[in-house]
């Protein structure tokens, strides 16, 4: 297949894929905010009660909360795709210095991406990568809560510690699910073409009708989210619940004016509800996720839409970043930065704006400040945002070395139709209870 020309604004420049360049016109997006991860896995076991739970399924996660840099889930799977590339292009998986421009918001990568790369190689593939084995698939949380990795038989798994001024070890919780991406190695990949991009919302999926079970999916994703069902023969992959961003859920139906009990839930009526976030975003415990969709543009560029929270992080204030932007994918999952690891580490897997996106965030703005507020408050997504002013209730002249005012502002989050969802102030309020008529009261 003759790769084409198409633009990854991620990357700042042109590159091949094995597709023209089309786009939907609404994408599916999230970010997630490490700094708040705990690894409950409860967003990991609502997918796979949802999803997952049936014969062949066992050792499919398709989210599940990885132990960083250590673990991975099929294991090492970042340092693995690293390592073919840099064979491939040794010493030049390099980025240009960073840019500000709409066009290039990281920068320009002067390297190869997985698709570039295996046309270097003449391998006669879409995409450069390689199957797991299922030693490397038999563990979804290796290493958790390591530093260090145990030294064992594999010499590819033995690591040692990392030392910083405040840490001699470190590690971090790393959420994952497909990033549904706008390059998607596994859609460029499939000889069968099972596998396509959904135009309402940029959801990838697979035709199991189609999928003959020939694996390329699951070689050419960089990201390892494709994987094979043995009782099947086919492959699955996350499919961002789709029913619930398209409101078919019942609980979407529930638009806050009745008290739940009073709700009704029909499974039967065709009528459609809010857009809702997806099982995994529900569920959140530490609050670190927030899901959504944004418009695009014909070219492949978002449509500017200031009050968007995901536009505001992403194009804004750039605080949340695409993983792995130079294997070239696009991926349309952000994350904001551990602001504890080395930088150079999260360089390597943010991008060059990693340096600024940690100063942000431990230094943010006021505006800032109220949309993190929005992180998993509600089911529904939430299109646009307003602030209401709030009087200073807390100032720092040397907060991280600069001047730090804290302002209780109100966040106000709508829903598609511009209905109010529901608001909360900055500062989180404080209710003391009567001991008098608490029987359990100290």
């Keep these: 297949m003759a790769h084409q020309e198409v633009y990854n604004w991620q990357l700042g420049r042109n590159m091949m894929y094995p597709y023209k360049e089309k786009h939907p016109k609404w994408q599916f997006a999230f970010v997630f905010n490490i700094n708040r991860c705990i690894a409950c896995q409860t967003c990991t076991m ?41 064979k491939e292009n040794p010493g030049k998986q390099r980025w240009a210095v960073a840019s500000t421009s709409a066009k290039a918001p990281y920068g320009v990568f002067d390297g190869m991406t997985i698709f570039e790369a295996a046309i270097h190689a003449g391998t006669g593939q879409n ?24 030294p064992t038989a594999a010499p590819d798994t033995q690591h040692e510690g990392s030392v910083l001024p405040h840490h001699k070890t470190w590690f971090f919780y790393l959420a994952r699910l497909c990033n549904h991406c706008t390059y998607p190695g596994c859609l460029g990949a499939c000889p069968r073409k099972a596998i396509y991009k959904r135009e309402e919302d940029g959801i990838v999926l697979i035709d199991q009708s189609r999928c003959r079970g020939y694996r390329k999916c699951v070689e050419q994703c960089p990201y390892k989210l494709p994987m094979f069902r043995g009782t099947t023969r086919v492959s699955e992959k996350c499919i961002a619940c789709y029913p619930r961003i398209e409101g078919k859920d019942p609980v979407s139906k529930y638009r806050g004016n009745e008290s739940i009990k009073d709700a009704k839930f029909d499974m039967t009526t065709p009528s459609q509800g809010d857009p809702m976030e997806t099982r995994c975003m529900a569920v959140c415990v530490g609050q670190i996720r927030l899901q959504g969709l944004v418009q695009v543009n014909d070219d492949g560029t978002w449509v500017e839409d200031r009050n968007n929270p995901l536009y505001y992080l992403i194009k804004v204030a750039k605080v949340a970043l695409p993983i792995y932007p130079q294997f070239g994918t696009e991926p349309n999952g952000y994350y904001i930065p551990p602001r504890h690891v080395p930088k150079a580490y999260l360089r390597q897997m943010f991008g060059p704006g990693a340096d600024a996106a940690v100063e942000t965030f431990m230094n943010p703005s006021r505006e800032l400040l109220a949309v993190m507020n929005l992180f998993r408050k509600h089911q529904s997504i939430i299109f646009k945002y307003k602030i209401e002013q709030g009087p200073k209730v807390f100032e720092n002249a040397d907060f991280h070395g600069k001047k730090f005012e804290l302002y209780n502002d109100t966040i106000i989050a709508f ?5 109010e969802l529901f608001r909360t102030p900055v500062e989180e309020p404080i209710y003391i209870r009567r001991g008098d008529i608490h029987y359990n009261t100290i």
């Design 46 to 86: 609502a997918c796979k009660s949802t999803w997952t739970f049936s014969k062949g399924q066992e050792f499919m996660w398709w989210n599940r909360v990885e132990h960083m840099p250590y673990g991975g889930y099929p294991q090492s799977w970042d340092k693995k795709i690293l390592e073919i590339l840099d």
């Design 127 to 150: 995409a450069l990568g390689y199957v797991p084995t299922d030693k490397e698939w038999r563990a979804p949380n290796f290493y958790e809560d390591t530093a260090t990795g145990y």
């Design 415 to 419: 829903n598609k139709e511009g209905k």
